[in-house]
């Protein structure tokens, strides 16, 4: 690893790394990384902490290095054993921020990648059907469009939250109603391109918004849409409340298609999921 002495951004983020500063790292790369700040601290502190006790270079970590993580990413304050999802989001965080290093040009190859995961933890609660989806919405048209909007695109679109609320204009080409994802590239519904307008009359236009790079979505943070999700649910006697999750699964739900246009590059992953997704709506017919 060779960073030019005087990239002082780069020099900075590397001493921060070398004596293992999380709160650095976390204050100088906070705006790539695109979570709320509390969320970063909790699932990268167990891996520095860890790294300190044993003077680990994050930068350059040893071979066993996969090994070695699955003890940070299990432990718990109490001395337990961390929840399956817990660790999964410890590690997608991790990835995350090598992710950013290797585009800063600090690292070439990403240390976290193939690390094993054990498998998602699914709630079994059954998902709102598609009348008080529908409900939902009204009530978020009525509440405020941004959130209406915001909605409309995990519903619709299977949209994840946190691709969501990293989602810029300049990503949108109104003129083919197609967005560009993380991973795919999805054909918007005529609902969700409405959904979209008033936003993007706000933000310039077509021929402005994408031109300044600003996000779609102003959000705070994840947790803030939720709170408002959640309030909304509330509103319409909603119970028990849908999250953003068990929306993006009522998606797949009412909204069978091919893998990309719901943002799944692996058909493997869209099959699991799609699976879920069914087998919550027998459930709740069942009930």
Known sequence: MTVHPDDERAMKLVQAFRILNLEQVIGMLREELHRPVAQLRANLRPVFEAAQLQDLDLLRPPAD?????????????????????????????????????????????????????????????????????????????ARDEELFAALTLIYQQAFQLTELLALRWSALDFSRAELMRARTVTALRPESLRALGPLLARAGGPLHAPVKGQRVFAFKNADDLRLQLWKTCQAVNLSPAAGPRELRLASLRDYPQAPPGSGFSNPQAYGRALRHATALAERKRNK
């Open 65 to 141: 290095f996969h090994a070695w993580l699955q003890t940070p990413f299990r432990v718990t304050q109490t001395g337990g054993v961390a929840r399956a999802n817990t660790i999964r989001a410890r590690y997608a965080t991790l990835k995350q921020l090598y992710d950013v290093v290797i585009e800063l040009g600090l690292i070439s190859d990403n240390p976290a990648h193939g690390c094993p995961m054990p498998p998602p933890e699914h709630s079994q609660a059954p998902l709102p059907g598609v009348a008080e989806i529908e409900r939902l919405l009204a009530e978020a048209g």
